[in-house]
């Protein structure tokens, strides 16, 4: 078991799903989560799940589409806690449709959520994170930044762009002791996916070897292993945690 005494950490989209699975593992190896999402009412939820397991949490309302937010909201976390030593940029959504029929909103919304919420939450925490000389951040991208996905142009280019914004922040930031590293997770049973229907679930199904779709603490735990100390000398890599979906180069 990893272990993440003394750490702070910040989860972005904290109040459900992957995000909350992260928060929870997090705080189960022992570092002080910072909740963020705009959803008050569920992250306190959260906050109280983690108490009640002996755990140091405490929550954030933040929106990662606003910058105004991402700025009070990282002050916020920083005059609680002193300092973010792991960033999670979880926070994502998707606005399916078609590339003809897709409307600008939706690529936009999916966009400033998924890759510039991200930027400019790193950039708010980077210059404390490079004064201590160690940082972990780890960004939950998608087997679909990979493979590409009919219906998922704004999706899977927010998700792509991630991959590159982690590789080449792992090289700007690697000699002040910062880790960037992506999760790339394949089909997991969260709110998100609940929503698609049976038939599209037996459709993805089909598409894993491991013939099953994946739990939130299955991505949770890699990603407390890539902010533990065991993966120090691991930077700029995308793990795929797909059940086998896709098998990257
Ligand atoms: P959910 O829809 O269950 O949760 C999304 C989380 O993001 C919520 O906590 C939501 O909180 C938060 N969020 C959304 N918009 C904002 C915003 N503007 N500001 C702050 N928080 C926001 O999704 P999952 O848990 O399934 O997904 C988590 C991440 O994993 C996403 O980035 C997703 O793209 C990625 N992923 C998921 C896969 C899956 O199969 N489930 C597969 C591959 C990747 P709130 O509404 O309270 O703000």
Not at 198 to 211: A, S, T, V
Request: hydrophobic share 45%.
């Amino acid at each position: 078991m990893a272990d993440l005494q003394g750490r702070i950490a910040l989860v972005t989209g904290a109040s459900q799903g992957i995000g909350r699975a992260c928060a929870l593992e997090l705080a189960k190896a022992g570092a002080t989560v910072a909740l963020a999402a705009r959803n008050e009412a569920k992250l306190a939820d959260v906050a109280a799940e983690i108490a009640a397991a002996g755990g140091q949490a405490a929550a954030f309302a933040l929106d990662v589409a606003s910058e105004e937010s991402i700025k009070n909201g990282a002050k916020a976390v920083i005059d609680r806690f002193g300092k973010v030593e792991i960033l999670v940029n979880n926070a994502g959504i998707t606005r399916d449709d078609l590339m003809m029929r897709m409307k600008r909103s939706d690529w936009d919304d999916v966009l400033s959520t998924n890759l510039t919420g991200a930027f400019l939450l790193t950039q708010a925490l980077l210059r404390q994170m490079m004064k201590n000389r160690w940082g972990r951040i780890i960004n939950i991208t998608s087997v679909v930044g990979r493979t590409g996905q009919e219906g998922q142009v704004n999706y899977a280019a927010s998700k792509a762009g991630l991959i590159g914004f982690t590789r080449s922040l792992a090289r700007e930031v690697a000699s002040r002791g910062i880790t960037v590293n992506a999760v790339a997770p394949g089909y997991i049973e969260t709110p998100m996916t609940t929503v698609l229907g049976e038939k599209l679930r037996e459709k993805m199904i089909e598409q894993i070897p491991l013939g099953r779709s994946g739990t939130d603490a299955e991505i949770a735990q890699p990603v407390v292993f890539l902010a533990s100390d065991a993966a120090a000398y691991i930077t700029g890599h995308v793990l795929d945690v797909n059940g086998g979906m896709f098998m990257g180069g």
